[in-house]
């Protein structure tokens, strides 16, 4: 077998070159080796499609060939060589017959009876059983119905527990707070432990990140702590979670901020009635002299007085500022003075909850609880039940983390070194007489040493390798989102776009997880895009099809954008360039606005005028950008972000190209 495997090495080489095969990762080049070498393998011959079948995909990510059509001829030639080495097996020969020959010859002609066929006749329904059959269904119907109403109850249940937060004008409750001690907590959700017996102070001022894997109890934490749930939390703190969007109606953007203000809109209501009662009294005394009162029994001077304390508890909130700071917070969150005035309901989910945040900026309470923070100068980690805290920002948390990873490592080799020393030297002498106080000590001190927790992979780090290969990442640990502009780099076969499979879905870790959000666009333009193009139709009718009722002028004016205009949108796309082809799948992969795009080797086929409007695209493309690339001048024009993949892993490259190119070479 290790004789098979040098020849099929050495074929490969011959056919690929030793330029490819050396920047091609050692475990694909022995993977491929192997597979050649199995005597049991089906090559294919002559063409080598079998080859192809088996290992074109794992050629084509490596980029060990160009395309396609380079990969089947690589897959021939290499069928070819092997064959002249005596490692594919010739099919056996087939002999033609010199007559048609009758394969019933000899027999007797009478007719096979055909096998009659068994119909399964079922008893009608009778219309007992139909009854019973619909009552069932109305019964699961109704089980449905009732579990839905239950987790709309629960929730409702759940937000009505709630303290109400509202602007507060006044310290009525108590001292202003400051500093939150919580201690030996515990969060239960489900009679399950989410966070066991854990201590944490929040000191004022600091911004903290809440950070942990999906399911380990980030929000039921922070929902326990706006419900006031957790021991320690001053019952006048004003805690304001903002988890859900403002409800859809006909309310201004503005003014759903104005309105947070409690207060203030209950003055100026009460402002506006008693304005109108005091007009109808005057009126009505112009009419009738002796009428000095109104039907709820107010006398002129009994309002004038009442308006007098509203103006100036009016005047002491600061009422006339507030809608000038509500429309200062929207304008920051990107709402337009047009948009601020228009309704709620005209705004999409996220927008929406842009005002929810709006409104908790407005409120100014004494601690702000969001599912995704932005800026924070603390990092609270949950896992495996418990909160560890780390200063500064997260890339600091990265390395803190990873240095005490490392630390805990060390202590439990070294635990785990003298326990076997200590343990083999007992094993050794237990029977021994003379040595049996020594092997007491040892028994004795192994039992008081402490034990050093193991360093336990998280079980959501997602590994990957190609089956029957080796694992080509381990423990991968990383997220993209709207805001990201990353290009990645590495060397040409390291798995790059394998990566990038795993993130679209169309490759499966072989152990962890990979989480995407189910409410997340996600567009992937692959380095091999023209193969899925219809070249037998022009860009407008493919455009058509793909998105069937979508009027004519909207697909011309979408392909336009990309410099598809006029007759260029009526040609067949086989008379087109690679780089018009290439603006055709770009056209079709934004038209639905994807909220992240995937691309690999964008470039490829392109002239330089396509890549330059590539990157003007990509910088005016309101969402996420990861891409697989080469080519500098994109990189360096439409990304701030460099991820390296080296050694079966992903990290942020702290550099710009030309440094990671100078690294390389050093």
Request: net charge negative; aromatic share 6%.
């Amino acid at each position: 077998m290790a004789a098979l495997v040098a020849t099929s090495m050495g074929v490969v080489r011959e056919v690929l070159g030793d330029s490819v095969v050396d920047e091609v990762d050692e475990p694909i080049v022995d993977y491929i080796a192997n597979v050649l070498a199995d005597q049991d393998f089906d090559f294919g011959p002559p063409d080598g499609h079998g080859i192809f079948d088996a290992l074109g995909e794992l050629l084509i990510d490596a980029r060990c060939v160009y395309d396609r059509e380079h990969c089947l001829e690589v897959c021939a030639k290499l069928c070819e060589k092997l064959g002249s080495h005596g490692i594919v097996k010739p099919k056996q020969a087939v002999r033609s017959l010199a007559a048609p020959l009758r394969m019933n010859a000899g027999m007797e002609e009478e007719k096979a009876p055909k096998k009659t066929e068994y119909i399964f006749d079922a008893p009608p329904l009778s219309s007992r059983d139909k009854a019973k059959i619909e009552r069932n269904k109305r019964k699961e119907d109704r089980q449905r119905e009732a579990q839905y109403e239950m987790h709309v109850a629960e929730m409702e249940a759940l937000r009505a527990g709630m303290p109400p937060v509202y602007v507060n004008h006044s310290n009525v409750g108590g001292s202003t707070i400051r500093d939150i001690h919580m201690q030996n907590f515990s969060v239960t959700v489900g009679g399950r432990d989410l966070i066991q017996d854990q201590t944490l102070t929040l000191a004022f001022g600091r911004h903290y990140g809440l950070i942990g894997r999906n399911g380990t109890g980030k929000t039921s934490l922070l929902r326990a702590m706006a419900q006031h749930a957790i021991d320690g939390i001053p019952r006048n703190c004003q805690i304001l979670h903002v988890e859900q969007e403002v409800t859809g109606d006909d309310t201004t953007a503005l003014q759903c901020v104005l309105n947070a203000d409690v207060e203030r809109v209950q003055l100026m209501q009460e402002e506006a009635r008693l304005g109108q009662q005091l007009k109808d009294l005057e009126d009505e005394t112009e009419s009738n002299q002796s009428v000095d009162k109104i039907k709820d029994g107010l006398d002129k001077d009994a309002i004038g007085k009442r308006l007098e304390e509203i103006y100036k508890r009016l005047e002491y909130i600061d009422a006339d500022a507030a809608e000038a700071r509500a429309a200062s917070i929207l304008a920051g969150l990107s709402f337009t003075p047009e948009m601020q005035l228009k309704n709620t309901k005209a705004f999409s989910g996220g927008w929406r909850m842009r005002i929810a945040l709006a409104r908790a900026l407005f409120i100014e309470p004494d601690l702000l609880l969001l599912d995704e923070p932005t800026v924070v100068t603390d990092i609270l980690h949950l896992h495996g039940k418990k909160l560890h805290a780390y200063k500064g920002d997260y890339d600091t948390f990265e390395r803190t983390r990873e240095e005490h990873l490392k630390n805990q490592m060390k202590a439990f080799e070294t635990n785990e070194k003298a326990r076997g020393h200590m343990q083999e030297f007992i094993d050794k002498f237990r029977y021994n007489a003379k040595r049996a106080l020594l092997v007491q000590s040892r028994i004795k001190a192994l039992e008081r040493m402490e034990h050093v927790d193991a360093v336990v992979s998280d079980p959501d780090d997602a590994s990957f390798g190609y089956p029957g290969g080796p694992i080509l990442f381990k423990n991968l640990n990383f997220g993209i989102d709207l805001d990201s502009r990353i290009a990645m780099v590495g060397s040409n076969g390291i798995g790059k776009s394998t990566i990038l499979k795993l993130i679209s879905g169309d490759l499966q870790p072989t152990s962890g997880t990979v989480f995407r959000s189910p409410k997340v666009r996600m567009a992937v333009f692959s380095q091999h895009h023209v193969d899925g193009l219809d070249l037998t139709v022009n860009p407008l009718l493919y455009m058509m099809r793909c998105f069937p009722g979508v009027p004519e002028q909207k697909l011309r004016s979408h392909l336009g954008s990309f410099g598809v205009s006029g007759n260029l949108a009526l040609q067949s796309m086989y008379t087109l360039s690679g780089g018009q082809k290439s603006r055709v799948a770009f056209a079709k992969i934004t038209f639905k606005k994807p909220h992240i795009i995937l691309l690999d080797e964008p470039s490829n086929h392109l002239d330089l005028d396509a890549v330059e409007a590539l990157i003007q695209g990509l910088l005016i493309f309101q969402g996420g950008v990861l891409m697989v690339s080469h080519d500098e001048h994109l990189i360096t024009g439409s990304v701030d972000e460099l991820w390296a993949v080296t050694d079966g892993k992903v990290g942020p490259f702290r550099g710009t190209f030309k440094e990671y190119k100078k690294m390389l070479t050093t």
